[in-house]
């Protein structure tokens, strides 16, 4: 069984940085997905980016393209989402997710149906 467990989150002023962290257990392999999600009150769950754990390209949302970076350490069994330059409109709880399929593209890696797996969540607060 999958677990994901995020951390990293907490408050900070716009035009900060954090970085958060999401630890995987559990049968995670080469082929997967992974995925950031974020959600904030009162509305959907959109993406955030994606990477697979056997490396290449990773995939970011417009809205964080060149802000937000993806990295993971496979020996760790950790991936990171650094996010610089933080805005008040990044505030929401952010999610690590993993699918488990082999296929990988923007428009099918970017949607939050096809992760299997979900951790609970951490808080990103931006204060203007």
């Known amino acids: 069984q999958v677990q994901l467990v995020e951390s990293g989150g907490g408050l900070v002023q716009a035009g900060g940085s954090l970085r958060l962290s999401c630890a995987a257990s559990g049968g995670i392999f080469s082929g997967y997905t992974m995925g950031w999600f974020r959600q904030a009150p009162g509305k959907e769950r959109e993406f955030v980016a994606a990477t697979r754990w056997s490396g290449g390209s990773a995939l970011y949302a417009d809205s964080v393209e060149g802000r937000f970076t993806l990295s993971r350490d496979n020996a760790k069994r950790m991936v990171y989402l650094q996010m610089n330059s933080l805005k008040p409109e990044d505030t929401a709880v952010y999610y690590c997710?993993?699918?488990?399929?082999?296929?990988?593209?923007?428009?099918?890696?970017?949607?939050?149906?096809?992760?299997?797996?979900w951790g609970q969540g951490t808080q990103v607060t931006v204060s203007s």
């Open positions: 997710a993993a699918d488990p399929t082999q296929y990988f593209s923007n428009s099918y890696s970017s949607r939050a149906t096809i992760y299997d797996y």
